[in-house]
């Protein structure tokens, strides 16, 4: 029953946010699909090998949010009770993915750059891990509202 109710709850959800415009979008949400708009519409004079990597960089990214979160969420599971060694290792593994998706948004940032792209959403996301991690969990938050559309 809870799988059922959790199901049409999504749904609902899901139905009723797809017509939201970007306007009304929360300004991490608006960002990424900005972004992603920009993604998609890469000028014509790009060089093929040029827009294959800003493209797969992208989809990097997207990986990189998503292990990220998967990371933070496996952490916030722990408690009082969980093993120190295992605390370590769920910490370390955040650590590792933050500082993943960090590198990520850096390297996405420079190839944009070099081929004379808009870069701002880079600016707008920020530069400290508090801003970087919650741009993703909205975007995380986002992209499952509408169903893990990418």
């Known amino acids: ?25 929360g300004k991490e949400a608006k960002i990424y699909e900005d972004l992603k708009s920009c993604i ?10 040029t827009r294959e990597d800003i493209e797969d960089n992208f989809q990097a990214l997207q990986e990189s949010i998503a292990h990220y979160i998967q990371t933070v969420f496996a952490f916030n599971k722990t408690n009082e009770e969980t093993p120190k060694d295992v605390m370590l290792r769920l910490d370390e593994s955040r650590s590792f993915a933050h500082n993943a998706l960090i590198d990520q948004l850096n390297i996405l940032a420079r190839l944009m750059k070099n081929s004379e792209l808009d870069t701002s959403w880079r600016d707008m996301i920020g530069y400290n891990r508090i801003d970087v991690q919650k741009w993703a969990q909205e975007v995380d938050r986002h992209v499952n509202i509408k169903g893990g559309e990418n």
């Open 40 to 49: 998609k519409n890469l000028p014509d004079s790009l060089s093929e090998q």
């Open 1 to 25: 029953m809870e799988d059922f109710l959790g199901n049409s709850w999504r749904k609902l959800h899901r139905e009723q946010t797809q017509t939201v415009g970007l306007e009304e979008l």
